[in-house]
């Protein structure tokens, strides 16, 4: 019986164990199971991610709001000696149109009826009237200007230190008997550009406003919805 030899076992013993301890991957290695479990978890995390980005985009969306096309006028006002700057539209659908810095009570204008709605939203109240304009107060001079594409001329009043010039034209967006329902005044047209000058205390206010934009997109049908008389809130 030969010796026993401990040298000559210990060494194949320990490159077992460093086999199965530590694996060493080469070209031509089949074993690749550490590669796959880093492959799993890249295709996890950016399934993950991807199906965040689909709940935000489904969060982000807004719910769907009836829509109507309108003409847009934007209409910018510049006040003095405050030096204040206030824009604001009127949007204008078919045949029906309102202003937009009115909020809690405002006039529903029907070009086709004749009519004015006054809606009172604090009230929960709405009538309707039909529309009858003052005599004009404003002259026409001779003088015209280019505006918004058109021609405007120049029209005025005055009344002690009161004075008001209008630039207004006949744009074809515009309904020509607007600008009547909404003053209470005749007026052959639209204001494009007004200048009014008003003493006020020691001072005196100077009002200017000038249209800047005219287009058409869509608005909330809303807009044009007034509440019926039967939905009115019994008085407190």
Known sequence: MSSFD???????RLAYLETIAVPRLTPWATDVSPLRGYRACIS???LLAFAACKAEV?????????????TVITIETKIQPDNKTFTHSIVIAGDKARSL??????????LKANTVTFVDEIANSVRTEPFAPRDSVLHAT????????????LWTASKGGYVRQLWIGNHPAIPPALFSM?????????????????PYLNKK????????????KDVPASLFVTKPAANRRPAS
């Open 58 to 70: 489904k969060r982000a969306a807004a719910p769907t709001v009836p829509q109507v096309r309108a």
């Open 6 to 12: 401990a040298g000559n076992v210990a060494a194949p």
């Open 205 to 216: 206010l100077v009002v200017d406003k000038t249209v800047t934009r005219i287009e058409s």
């Open 44 to 46: 996890m995390v950016a």
């Open 142 to 153: 001779r003088e015209t200007r280019p505006l918004q594409g058109v021609s405007a001329t």
């Open 182 to 198: 909404m003053s209470g005044i005749k007026a052959p047209g639209f204001p494009l550009a007004e200048h009014a000058e008003l």
């Open 101 to 110: 810095d009115e909020l809690d009570q405002w006039r529903l204008f029907d």
